[in-house]
Each structure stands twice: as structure tokens, then as C-alpha cells.
């Protein structure tokens, strides 16, 4: 019995080892950006503690495997489970410390991890399980566990409990381990008061943490955004935070803006206007993200518009915009008209699979912070959006800011080039970013700026049109190479632009 229940142990802890480690690196990715490098680094860092960790573990005599194999559980659970809401706070009150917390934090759970099968084969050694079934035993369990909570974390764990739940949820497998070996060889064990005290203190910890999580994001992001949350969600894809200030909605993702009620206008007015006004006879328009619905209002004001496919990853930002009233009110009940129809789905793998054809293509990612985002704004990428698009059509894409980010932005412009298409950069002041860049590109036909538009406008006219398509010398065209998918210099430079812009 006693050798089951040390099996089963590696198991447990096999899962919980690796749920601390996705747990860190996608939170990195959320609060950060670029998930490869954040990945990347923290795997590196939790597989070179490991080591350390199953080094340092030859120093522990025979006779105290047990007891330091306890010791090492409720640690692990109490430093692992508290990890994500330790970053998140510290994230959201003091950024200056978080990535060495991060890596602390992450050594230190690794070394512990590392620590734990050691112990356990020598344990089980000790109980006189020969060698090879030993380590076949161990070894099996260790990889399921794993194989579990890989499977478990990205389709149940991180959407439906979040991950600072998740972490305080494995923090108390861990010390559940903690007791049940603390039970099963009670015999064995000196001073066996004092460790029952010690598990049950730290149980006690980690169950309140776990009871207060919500409550504890909810500070967190109150801190990081400075106003009301009025809604906020964790999906498989992101983090979605709604917050109110006076009249002020503001969405964030991933702790990055997205719009201001207040100037939001100006922004969707200069996304949409100068290339529909310019195609009186369209008559479909694709949407690739805009899932907030604010470009999509904005489109549906044209009368000679009789479709448009909204093509949106996250079916927890076209439902919250379609659903909230204060966001039902904001985007003018636009999902809600009979012309649209919504698609959730990876925008690159729509493209690929769909044989539509529309006369014009609206293209409102966020900014590509990172890899995944990077994609869609690639050569492979825009060569499937100028096969959707009729070739007197145009094609307009939010391309981050021409004077923050100067190279991410000619970078863009260069790609859209790259595949063919004519460029015709553009910029607009919004307040709550900035100046703000877009690229309108056309398959074959000449563009030319409107001078009037049919529509009642709040920010375009004759004089700011012209203005936007004119850049001074401070935001002046950068040659670039394109953004091409196997090397995505488009999210390197991205990163050092804005870097330059937060030092």
C-alpha cells in the first residue's frame, strides 16, 4: 500500500510541477508579450533548477528521505500556489520587479521539483522494488502527470478557474501529497505533531488564497488600470478587462488598451471612412478581429452594404460586446443587425479554408506583441487576405503608431507591398494613443483620398483626411524589410520601438 501511494504521489506531483511552470509562463505572456521568449526562458529556467534541485537532493540522508520529501511538498505547494498571485500584485503596483520576481520565483519552484522524484525512487528503493521497475514505474507516472495537466490547463484550468485560482488549486494537490504521506507512514516519522501543524498551516493558506482569488485580480487590476472594473474575464486566448471611469468605458487586453469611449470615434472613423466612402458600390465588407463591434458599427452606417463577415478569435469578446448593455450601447447594437454574421475562428485558418470574396477587407488586430499575433500580420498572411478581395477593392489594416514605433509600422506598409498590393500609409491623433497608424492597400486600383464624405462624420473632413495622408518629418517613411513568418522581424522591431518609448 505504502508503495502505491508513492507512486501515485509522482503523479500529482508531475502535475503540479508542470502547471506552476504553464501557469508562469502564461502569465508572462499576458502581462509581457511575445509568448515565445517568455516560454522559452521560463522552460529553460524551470529545466536548469530541476537539475539543481535533483543534485542537491543526494545530500539528504536515507534515513530522513521521508521527512524531507514533506518538507519539500508543503514548500513547493505554498511557493507555487501563492506564485501567480504574488506576480500579478507586483505586477500591478511595482512592473520594476516583476521579471526578477518571475525568475526567483520559477527557479525556486524548479528546485524543489527537482528535488521530488529523487526522493521518491529512493524511497521506493528503500522498500526493495528492483531497479528496472522502479525507474519504469516512477518514470510512467511522472510523463501521465504531465501528459494530464498539459491537456487539462489550456482547455479547463486557466479558462473556467483562471490562473491564480489554478495555481492555489495545485498548491494544495501539493500538500494534499503532503498529508496523505504524512498518513500512510506515520510509523516512520519523528516529531509527526509538528508536521501536521506545519501542512495544516500551510493548507489553511492556500484555501483562503483560493477563496479570495477573485477578489485579489479584481486589486490587482483596480491598481493597474486605476478605474472601476465593470468586467473582466480570463479566456484560452486572453484576458478581457472592461473598466469605468465618469463616462469612460476602456477595454483592455492583456493589460493593453484598446479604446476609449471617449475617442474611440476617432479612431474607427479613420479605420473604416476613407476606404468605404471611396467604394460606393460595395456591397460585402470582411472584419478580421474587431470584435468589439466598433469598426463594424461604423461599416453598417452605409446603406450600400448588404453583408459583412466579422471573423473574431475569442467567442468571449463578440458575446460580451453582444450581450453587456453598457457595450450593446457602444457598438450601436451592430451584432445585432440581420447583415452581419460572426465567425469565431483563427482568422489565418478562415482565410485558408474560405472561398468568399468581398469588396473590402477591414483588418483590426492588436498590436503584434508577440508571435502568435505576428502571424497576422505576415507576408503568408496578407497573400490570403488579396486573394478575398476584389481587385478594384481595398484593404485597410490598423498598423500601431508611425511615431512610437516607427520601424514596427514601415514594416507593415513594406509587407503589404511585398505581396503586391499598392500602399497608401495613413495617421490619425487619437488622444488615449497617440498618433495613430494605418496602411490602406489596394490589389490593382488607384486610390485617392476622399474630399467629402456622404456620412455625417465627429473627426473626418476634407482638411483632416488630407492631413492624415501627409507625414512630417519626425514620422517619415522608413524602408523595411517585410514581415515574412519563419523569421517575424515585425514583432522585434515592435518590441524595441516601444521599449525605447517605456525606458
Not at 494613443?433 to 465627429?458: C, D, I, K, N
Not at 515574412?484 to 524595441?496: G, K
Request: glycine fraction near 6%; charge should be neutral.
Amino acid at each position: 500500500m505504502t508503495k502505491r501511494i508513492l507512486i501515485l504521489s509522482v503523479f500529482v506531483v508531475a502535475s503540479c510541477g508542470l502547471a506552476y511552470e504553464l501557469i508562469a509562463g502564461a502569465l508572462s505572456s499576458y502581462l509581457l508579450g511575445d509568448s515565445i521568449l517568455q516560454f522559452s526562458t521560463i522552460i529553460g529556467c524551470y529545466l536548469f533548477a530541476m537539475g539543481v534541485g535533483a543534485h542537491f537532493s543526494k545530500y539528504v540522508r536515507d534515513e530522513d528521505v521521508l521527512s524531507r520529501f514533506i518538507d519539500i511538498e508543503l514548500a513547493v505547494g505554498l511557493i507555487g500556489g501563492v506564485s501567480a498571485a504574488l506576480l500579478f500584485m507586483t505586477f500591478s503596483w511595482m512592473a520594476g520587479p516583476f521579471r526578477t520576481l518571475l525568475y526567483v520565483l520559477v527557479f525556486m519552484v524548479g528546485c524543489l521539483v527537482g528535488m521530488e522524484v529523487p526522493l521518491v525512487m529512493r524511497a521506493l528503493n528503500a522498500r526493495q522494488i528492483e531497479f528496472n521497475e522502479l525507474v519504469s514505474r516512477v518514470l510512467t507516472f511522472d510523463y501521465l502527470g504531465a501528459l494530464a495537466v498539459s491537456l487539462l490547463f489550456p482547455l479547463v484550468l486557466a479558462p473556467h478557474l483562471g490562473l491564480v485560482r489554478t495555481a492555489f488549486l495545485f498548491g494544495m494537490l501539493n500538500v494534499a501529497v503532503g498529508f496523505w504521506t504524512l498518513h500512510a507512514f506515520r510509523h516512520e516519522l519523528a516529531n509527526l505533531h509538528g508536521k501536521v501543524v506545519r501542512a495544516s498551516s500551510v493548507m489553511v493558506v492556500l484555501v483562503f488564497g483560493f477563496a479570495l482569488s477573485d477578489r485579489m485580480v479584481e486589486w490587482g487590476e483596480q491598481a493597474l488600470v486605476g478605474d472601476k472594473v465593470v468586467y473582466s474575464t480570463t479566456t484560452p486566448y486572453q484576458r478581457l478587462l472592461i473598466t469605468r471611469w465618469k463616462d469612460d468605458l476602456r477595454l483592455y487586453i492583456n493589460g493593453n488598451l484598446q479604446f476609449s469611449s471617449r475617442d474611440e470615434y476617432r479612431y474607427h472613423e479613420a479605420l473604416v471612412h476613407p476606404a468605404l466612402q471611396s467604394l460606393p458600390w460595395a456591397r460585402s465588407v470582411l472584419v478580421l478581429g474587431g470584435g468589439d463591434g466598433l469598426a463594424l458599427r461604423e461599416i453598417l452606417r452605409y446603406p450600400n452594404i448588404k453583408h459583412v463577415t466579422v471573423v473574431d478569435l475569442d467567442p468571449a469578446m463578440t458575446a460580451a460586446f453582444t450581450s453587456r448593455p453598457e457595450l450593446v450601447k457602444l457598438n450601436a447594437k451592430a451584432f445585432s443587425d440581420p447583415r452581419v454574421t460572426v465567425v469565431n475562428a483563427d482568422a489565418a485558418v478562415w482565410l485558408k479554408d474560405s472561398g468568399a470574396m468581398f469588396d473590402a477587407a477591414i483588418i483590426d488586430f492588436p498590436d503584434p506583441s508577440s508571435f502568435a499575433l505576428g502571424k497576422l500580420y505576415s507576408v503568408p498572411f496578407y497573400s490570403m487576405v488579396k486573394k478575398h478581395v476584389a481587385a478594384n477593392g481595398l484593404v485597410v489594416v490598423q498598423s500601431t503608431s508611425p511615431f512610437f514605433a516607427p520601424h514596427a509600422y514601415w514594416t507593415i506598409e513594406a509587407t503589404l507591398r511585398d505581396v503586391g498590393m499598392r500602399t497608401y500609409p495613413y495617421h490619425a491623433y487619437v488622444p488615449s494613443f497617440g498618433e495613430w497608424g494605418f496602411v490602406l492597400a489596394s490589389p490593382q486600383q488607384q486610390f485617392v483620398p476622399p474630399t467629402s464624405y456622404r456620412l455625417p462624420m465627429r473627426f473626418l473632413n476634407a482638411d483632416t483626411t488630407r492631413e492624415m495622408f501627409l507625414f512630417p518629418p519626425d514620422m517619415k517613411r522608413i524602408e523595411m524589410a517585410p514581415n515574412r513568418l519563419n523569421t517575424q522581424s515585425l514583432v522585434r522591431e515592435f518590441e524595441q520601438d516601444w521599449g525605447q518609448v517605456i525606458r
